[in-house]
């Protein structure tokens, strides 16, 4: 049996909503904990863009001096790499690990467990921590769907299977394929669906018992929800709800959420450059690193304006930039003092520097 880490998720969520009497914190707190659990990868990232900046003018030339001979460049960078302790994937690894809890959260806040226990949870200035910038306004778990002509459904990944009057909770095999609906969807009239029997994780003589189905449906393109009670109709269950036409809305909150997440990842751009401006680095990449920093947090701001993005997990994106703010400040202050101790007790050829005080030390104890 697989892990569920969306309802571990989304159960992390609950406890720390209980504990601070709201979803919105719960967020934060949970954005909080994740960022501590990453500080020691963070400082990694953060010394080996520095080492990065002072060995680049070093890797430059060897990449100019051997650039007929890939082979030979490739072996003399291996070298170059181990002679100075550099790896250059750490600055990636960071970046690599936020990217499942993204994916992660993004699944949990999409999901009918989170919409049915806090969707319509408002925060600060956010109305709902479900919404997207645009969307409908169709209400979930209402008995009735908002649709269009071109809606497409999905089936929860748990739902719940009547065998008479017995009941277990089941998993579903594949949650888009799972269902479908028969006919054409004529917003406004009722939508009949239908489930195959054979997407219920069951074995087949379990399959052949089951009388009916609850089951949360949701709409892919709204992420609305609704629970159905499907009823056996020979090899199928079959279900019907009414529905609503569409009526879009633009949600304002959550576009002021991408706003300050363009903001706030800008902002982090810049401080992290101005805690480098005294590190020796080529002024080609130093040109290159300024212009990503302006553009990239507008092309992944723009990229949210096209992808539903629900407003919780905006509201991890924004709290992540202002806690990598804090960061880069922090661990940049811990590496100038590495810097400045390292400089103190060397010379320039690397070999420690023996004070006077050591040496009158010494001394004595003879």
Known sequence: MGIDFVTITINILKMLADSLHSWGLAIIALTIVIRVLMWPSSVTQQRSMRDMQTLQPKMKAIQERYKSNPEMMQRKMMEFYKEHKFNPM?????????????????????????????????????????????????????????????????????????????????????????IEVQGEIVPGQNIDFKMHLDSIKLRF??????????????????????????????????????????????????????????????FSQKVMMAQNKNVPQDPQQAAMQKSMGTFMPIMVGMMFVFIPIPAGVLLYLVTSNLFQIAQTVVINKQLDEE?????????ETGAKVVKAKEVKDVKEEK
Not at 90 to 110: D, E, K, N, R, S
Not at 121 to 126: A, E, G, M, P, W
Not at 339 to 347: I, P
Request: aromatic share 10%; proline share 2%; with cysteine.
């Open 205 to 266: 003589e379990q399959l052949d018992k089951i009388t009916k189905a609850e089951v949360d449906v949701q709409n892919i393109q709204t992420r609305e929800t609704e629970k159905l009670t499907f009823v056996r109709d020979g090899s199928i269950l079959k279900s019907s709800i009414p529905t609503l036409v569409v009526k879009e809305e633009m949600h304002y909150d959550v576009l002021f959420l991408v706003a300050l997440f363009i903001l706030t990842m800008w």
């Open 90 to 178: 750490a600055g990636c690894l960071p970046m690599l690990i936020q990217l499942p809890v993204f994916i992660l959260l993004y699944t949990a806040l999409m999901s009918p467990q989170f919409i049915e226990l806090a969707g319509k949870t408002n925060f600060l200035f956010i109305n709902r921590l479900d919404a997207t910038m645009k969307s409908n306004a169709g209400v979930s778990f209402d008995n009735q769907f908002s649709a269009t002509k071109n809606s497409q459904f999905q089936t929860a990944k748990n739902i719940v299977v009547y065998f008479g009057d017995e009941k277990s909770e089941e998993k579903v095999d594949n949650q888009q394929k799972a």
């Open 339 to 347: 810097k400045k101790l390292k400089t103190e007790t060397t010379d």
